[in-house]
C-alpha cells in the first residue's frame, strides 16, 4: 500500500481545512487512519476508518470537530472549529489487518505516507 498525504497550510482560529490521503494498493481490509506529531511530543491517532465498512473512529480532542470519509482512492479528513493545539505534522497510515484493538496505537500501522503540515495561529 502507498500513501500520499497532502492538504496541510497556515490558518487561523476557528478556520477548517480538508487533508486528502491518496491511497494505491490493497486498501480493504485496512484501517486507514491519520495520526499527528507536534513537535517534542508523541505520533497521536486522530481519526481512523475501517475502509471495508465506512465505520468511523475519532480522538476524543476532535471529536465533533474532524469527520474522517473515503472514496474509491482517497480518504479524507476535514477539520473545523481548528485550535492552535492543532498545529502538527498530520500522517495517514494503513494498518495490516482489521484488529480494533491496534486501531489507535502508530506501532500497530504497517504503511506510512508523508507527513503534511498543519499550523493554526491564534
Known amino acids: 500500500v502507498q500513501l500520499q498525504a497532502s492538504g496541510g497550510g497556515l490558518v487561523q482560529a476557528g478556520d477548517s481545512l480538508r487533508l486528502f490521503c491518496a491511497a494505491s494498493?490493497?486498501?480493504?481490509?485496512?484501517?486507514v487512519s491519520w495520526f499527528r506529531q507536534a513537535p517534542g511530543k508523541e505520533r497521536d491517532f486522530v481519526a481512523g476508518?475501517?475502509?471495508?465498512?465506512?465505520t468511523p473512529y475519532y480522538a476524543d480532542s476532535v471529536k465533533g470537530r474532524f469527520t474522517i470519509s473515503r472514496d474509491k482512492n482517497t480518504v479524507y479528513l476535514q477539520m473545523g472549529s481548528l485550535k492552535p493545539e492543532d498545529t502538527a505534522v498530520y500522517y495517514c497510515?494503513?494498518?495490516?489487518?482489521?484488529?480494533?484493538?491496534?486501531?489507535?496505537?502508530?506501532?500497530?500501522?504497517?504503511?506510512w505516507g508523508q507527513g503534511t503540515q498543519v499550523t493554526v495561529s491564534s
Open positions: 497510515a494503513a494498518s495490516p489487518s482489521l484488529i480494533l484493538s491496534s486501531l489507535t496505537i502508530a506501532n500497530g500501522y504497517a504503511y
Open positions: 494498493g490493497r486498501t480493504s481490509g485496512r484501517y
Open positions: 476508518i475501517n475502509w471495508n465498512s465506512g
